[in-house]
């Protein structure tokens, strides 16, 4: 069965800090996909990143990085010089088929809170 | 890119009535949407996937009779709850698959529903 754990329940931080949320997932699968999104306040899901399983760079976007491990299955992401604008709660995902029905199972979200 | 649009964004009903919500795909063909129920301060949960001209598929634990689903068009899927109770009440997210996309899905803004 797949998994995804975010352990991390909440994260404050001061702004202009660096902050990493962590992600670990478990799949029998070999070919898979992950995920992150942003859900503010308002409810609805923004997506940041997929990253298939055959690709493990990781990736800048501005302030926002991705740590892809294989071999830890884990999937970090990274918000460099935090803003109270990325305060939100992230949501970590994973996809068992691209093809198929692509069931997405959700982490249980880390709440991250920005202070000024 | 892709947008989905979910009607109503708030409803709040007595117990006992039904309530039905609509995803749309607006500039793209649907053949699977899916519908994921959220908690307050939880994760998503995927309730079902809806197929377009055939059955959905339920998730274990939920039940059909209460949560009909119905994707009549490969552009709308509407989620009905029947004889709501307040434990129903949750934030009620669709998303939807673009076959031309990479499968990728895109989600929906979200329904709040409030069952007094």
């Known amino acids: 069965a797949q998994k995804v754990t975010q352990a991390q329940t909440e994260i404050s931080v001061v702004e202009k800090e660096d902050v990493t949320l962590d992600c670990v997932y478990e799949?029998?699968?070999?070919?898979?996909?992950l995920f992150w999104y942003k859900q503010p306040p308002s409810g609805e899901l923004v997506f940041l990143i997929r990253?298939?399983?055959?690709?493990?760079q990781n990736e800048i976007s501005g302030r926002y990085s991705w740590n892809f491990q294989k071999s830890t299955s884990s999937f970090n992401f990274t918000i460099t010089a935090s803003q109270v604008v990325d305060s939100a709660v992230y949501f970590c995902a994973l996809s068992e088929a691209i093809q198929g029905a692509q069931k997405l199972v959700f982490g249980q979200g880390t709440r991250l809170t920005i202070n000024p | 890119g892709a947008v989905v649009s979910q009607h109503p964004s708030w409803v709040i009903c007595k117990s006992g009535t039904s309530v039905k919500i609509e995803c749309r795909s607006l500039?793209?063909?649907?053949?699977?949407m899916f519908w994921y129920r959220q908690f307050p301060k939880q994760s998503l949960m995927l309730m079902a996937t809806s197929n377009e001209g055939s059955k959905a598929t339920y998730e274990q634990g939920v039940e059909k009779d209460k949560f009909l689903i119905n994707h009549a068009s490969l552009t709308l899927s509407t989620l009905t709850v029947t004889s709501a109770h307040p434990e129903d009440s949750s934030f009620y997210i669709c998303?939807?698959?673009?076959?031309?996309?990479?499968?990728?899905?895109?989600f929906g803004p979200g329904t709040r529903l409030t069952v007094l």
């Open positions: 998303s939807a698959r673009d076959p031309l996309s990479f499968g990728e899905q895109f």
């Open positions: 799949t029998r699968d070999t070919t898979y996909y």
């Open positions: 500039d793209f063909q649907a053949t699977t």
């Open positions: 990253r298939n399983s055959f690709d493990e």
